[in-house]
């Protein structure tokens, strides 16, 4: 009888939540049918069985989680579904502390971060979490002299008072437990603070020409019968552009590397009920401002509703994330690693400006760069934003 184990549904997944359960004991099930929906790290997603058959046993209740590879269920002729099916508690997955230098280490044989034997038996013996660890190995696998850094890290930094809430559940606080979606950003954000230096540059940049231009493409792509574009749609294609024309911004910090990315893949933040989700929009140097937004728009419908799938939230080499429509006028963003830059952008707010002498009203928006200044130097990431400026700016140059 084949068993259903849990699958690796994202390149960052360690464990997964049954959410539901499409088929009960009994029914029947066709190659392709979908038998579950599963939480991963990023999104609700959907198990299609692999076999033809009955469902004769669910291992796993709805709710629970488990690691990769734990048998949740089980597909056969039908003669094992007669006696009562067992819910047997699920495999234990341990919570996973955010503090490096933690007394837990993962042993060899075990589930873990990809690294090497040495750099196992090096945390073993200073003590290392590999959890907490970035990898600079081949494929992100984590070797020696990352288990020594970490380590040296640790010993110089002094240990906080409480760096995990001791907040209790009581009669006024409840305690919610995290989605793995808010697991991971967790985790993974966590680590982009602790392990990259950023650095931070602000523009404010004059866009009153960018939304007398937006209305005038809009007013085109009516009467053309073709979906409106936002200002976001066009701050995207005004990145990839930039981004373009200053290549030094498109990397990742690789170790003793610098991988300086050939494609631009723009990430899209996109703030979901769970948490925050990053929909990535590959090549969009390639693509047209109508193009951007339809793909935009479609992809962070799908986002909200958990329907993305983990291909679309990978290989991201850039990410925008934009709180203007809250009327947020301006912040900083945490860098999604491994990328080596995000950009923050605020509202677009009246204020006055000194043209040719006169006090005039226009439209002002400021936009933060977070770099990693193990990747972009500061006049790199200065020439970025003076380019994005000129282009948003002078908006007729995004289409040129």
């Known amino acids: 009888m084949p068993d259903i184990s849990m699958p690796r549904l994202s390149d960052t997944m360690e464990d997964g939540v049954i959410v539901a359960w499409h088929k009960q004991v009994g029914d029947q099930v066709g190659k392709g049918e979908v038998l579950a929906e599963i939480e991963t790290d990023k999104a609700i997603m959907e198990l299609e069985s692999y076999d033809e058959g009955i469902l004769e046993r669910v291992l796993v209740a709805e709710g629970e989680r488990v690691a990769i590879g734990t048998p949740i269920g089980i597909v056969g002729d039908g003669t ?22 933690a007394a837990a280490v993962v042993p060899d044989g075990e589930r873990g971060p990809k690294s090497s034997p040495l750099a196992r038996k090096v945390a073993r013996e200073l003590g290392v979490e590999l959890a907490g660890v970035a990898g600079t190995g081949p494929g992100g696998r984590i070797i020696r002299r990352d288990v020594e850094s970490a380590a040296r890290e640790a010993a110089d930094t002094p240990a906080p008072a409480s760096a995990v809430s001791t907040v209790e559940a009581g009669e006024d606080t409840e305690l919610v437990p995290l ?40 007013a085109t792509l009516a009467g053309a019968g073709g979906p409106k574009v936002s200002v976001n749609d066009l701050i995207v294609k005004a990145v990839a552009v930039a981004l373009r024309e200053n290549p030094d911004v498109n990397v990742s910090f690789a170790g003793d ?50 329907k993305l799938k983990a291909a679309e939230m990978s290989g991201g080499t850039f990410t925008i994330s934009n709180l203007g429509m809250f009327g947020i006028e301006q912040f900083a963003a945490v860098i999604n690693p491994p990328e080596a830059a995000i950009l923050a952008v605020g509202a677009a707010a009246e204020e006055v400006k000194v043209v040719e002498g006169e006090f005039v009203a226009r439209k002002i928006l400021r936009v933060t760069l977070s770099a990693d200044h193990r990747a972009v130097d500061g006049a790199t990431g200065a020439r970025f934003l003076s380019t994005l400026t000129g282009l948003l700016e002078a908006p007729l140059r995004i289409l040129a």
């Not at 769970?274 to 937004?293: H, M, Q, Y």
């Open 257 to 306: 590397d610098l991988a300086r990315h050939k494609r631009i893949n723009l990430g899209i933040a996109v703030a979901v009920p769970d948490g925050l989700v990053v929909p990535v929009v590959p090549d969009a140097d390639r693509k047209s401002v109508s193009e951007i937004a339809a793909e935009a728009r479609e992809k962070g419908e799908r986002a909200r509703e958990g």
């Open 80 to 101: 094992g579904s007669a006696s009562p099916a067992p819910v047997p508690a699920p495999a234990a997955v341990a919570a996973t502390p955010l503090v490096a230098g």
């Open 179 to 218: 989605s793995s979606m808010r697991r991971v950003a967790a985790k993974r954000l966590t680590e982009s603070k602790q392990q990259a230096p950023h650095f931070y540059l602000t523009s404010a940049i004059d866009v009153t020409e960018l939304l007398a231009f937006r209305g005038t493409v809009n």
